[in-house]
């Protein structure tokens, strides 16, 4: 059996993750999130390491959730929803917040169709791009009576707004990467044939940068989207008392103060 993922190394600081079950649309199993799970956790660990980029293999992004050969511990007193249910807390909910909560910035290049859950994979990442020839499709409610789940739920809602999720989620709608992009679903849509060298460029220059601000930003714009103004200014203030002691902050006025690009990569918080 070939491996669910494939990883590359580049330049020595950026992980390249592919999902590699490109004859189900790298839909996921429990060996696929188990994999991509520990390879988050692994590029934490390895300092070496300063941007990850996660793209499928084969013609799909990902088709979500493996409905015939999911692979899911499972026990014979449990109904189909509590089945599901376990799947989700021991599997696509870690792997979602792995993501997330990543202390390396994550670029998603979405090469072909994301459905189902593969919606809520593919967005979750810290930059999101697209082939011009990717979809999204929530098939959740009309396909299947269900509610979008790794992440989609809360994701598309907060990205493009209630109204046009309605939309996709209860007609399930394949949505265009153009559109995607105009409705501010995802950053940037590139020609296909230029998709993983235009996301290996983003995670260089990400790479260049202070990686820990990077991500205290993201927090921040997820902070505030379930903040007021009031409360988002004293997180403001709160994280910048943390972040304005690091040598990540002292390296940047210095570089500033000197009229140098500064050099990050040497700089241990």
Not at 117 to 122: E, M, S, T
Request: aromatic letters at 6%; charged letters at 25%; hydrophobic letters at 40%.
């Amino acid at each position: 059996m070939a491996e669910e993922i494939i990883t590359e190394i580049i330049e020595e600081e950026i992980c390249l993750i592919k999902l590699n079950r490109p004859e189900t649309l790298n839909s996921l199993n429990k060996t696929l999130v188990d994999c991509l799970s520990l390879e988050i956790k692994n590029c934490e660990l390895n300092e070496s390491i300063r941007s990850v980029v996660i793209t499928g293999n084969g013609r799909g992004f990902c088709a979500g959730a493996d409905l015939a050969n999911g692979g899911w511990p499972t026990n014979k007193n449990w109904n189909p929803g509590q089945a599901t249910a376990n799947a989700m807390e021991i599997g696509f909910n870690p792997l979602v917040r792995s993501i997330v909560n990543s202390k390396k910035p994550v670029i998603n290049a979405i090469n072909g169709i994301a459905a189902g859950g593969g919606v809520g994979l593919a967005l979750c990442g810290d930059i999101v791009i697209a082939s011009d020839k990717a979809k999204f499709k929530l098939v959740f409610g009309p396909q299947l009576g269900i509610i979008p789940d790794v992440g989609a739920s809360w994701l598309v809602p907060n990205l493009i707004g209630r109204a046009k999720a309605n939309g996709l989620a209860l007609l399930g709608d394949d949505l265009d990467a153009k559109t995607a992009c105009d409705w501010g679903l995802i950053w940037q849509v590139v020609k296909d044939e230029d998709l993983l060298s235009e996301a290996i460029n983003i995670a260089k220059r990400v790479a260049n940068s202070a990686i820990s601000g990077l991500k205290a930003v993201v927090h921040a714009h997820d902070n505030a989207l379930v903040s007021s103004l009031d409360e988002q200014l004293d997180y403001e203030r709160d994280t910048q008392e943390v972040f304005c002691n690091k040598n990540e902050f002292k390296e940047g006025v210095r570089a500033f103060l000197e009229k140098r690009k500064p050099n990050f990569k040497t700089i241990k918080n």
